[in-house]
């Protein structure tokens, strides 16, 4: 095991290596029939724990994602229409409690938001991000 490792404070098992992202996988998410195509990546309860990202928007009581849940990024939340520009007039809405539909899981329903963080390669800028 993984945390018999001297030293190894914690570990996560995802679907793929946040290494750059090659060939990452990409899918279609809508929101009220709205398409945004957003990175997509499947882990254990330790993801948080492993990478870090901090947590901007998270009931306070909550372990983890479980079931039809996801966290998303600033950057989904701003795509899928929940933040909206600097300066705009209109209140800022949150994702919380909201479902949206990921292309090849469903129905999910967002349970976190984590502030923008560099998942993929660095030629690229920060992209939408969904973990389920």
């Not at 701003?78 to 007039?89: H, I, K, M, T, W």
């Not at 993929?120 to 389920?132: A, D, S």
């Given at each position: 095991m993984f945390t018999a490792l001297p030293g190894l404070i914690d570990a996560t098992a995802c679907h793929q290596p946040l290494d750059?992202?090659?060939?990452?996988?990409?899918?279609?998410?809508?929101?009220e029939s709205r398409p945004e195509e957003s990175y997509y990546i499947a882990c254990d309860e330790h993801f948080l724990d492993t990478f870090g990202p901090e947590l901007?928007?998270?009931p306070t009581l909550?372990?983890?994602?479980?079931?039809?849940?996801?966290?998303?990024?600033e950057r989904?939340?701003?795509?899928?229409?929940?933040?909206?520009?600097?300066?705009?007039?209109l209140p800022r809405v949150s994702p919380l409690g909201s479902r949206i539909s990921v292309e090849w899981s469903g129905m999910r329903e967002v349970v976190g938001v984590v502030r923008n963080f560099q998942h993929?390669?660095?030629?690229?800028?920060?992209?939408?991000?969904?973990?389920?």
């Open positions: 750059g992202w090659a060939n990452a996988e990409r899918q279609t998410v809508y929101r901007i928007e998270w909550r372990q983890g994602v479980e079931g039809t849940e996801c966290i998303i990024n989904a939340a701003d795509r899928l229409g929940f933040y909206l520009p600097a300066g705009s007039s993929g390669t660095l030629r690229r800028g920060i992209e939408p991000l969904i973990v389920v």
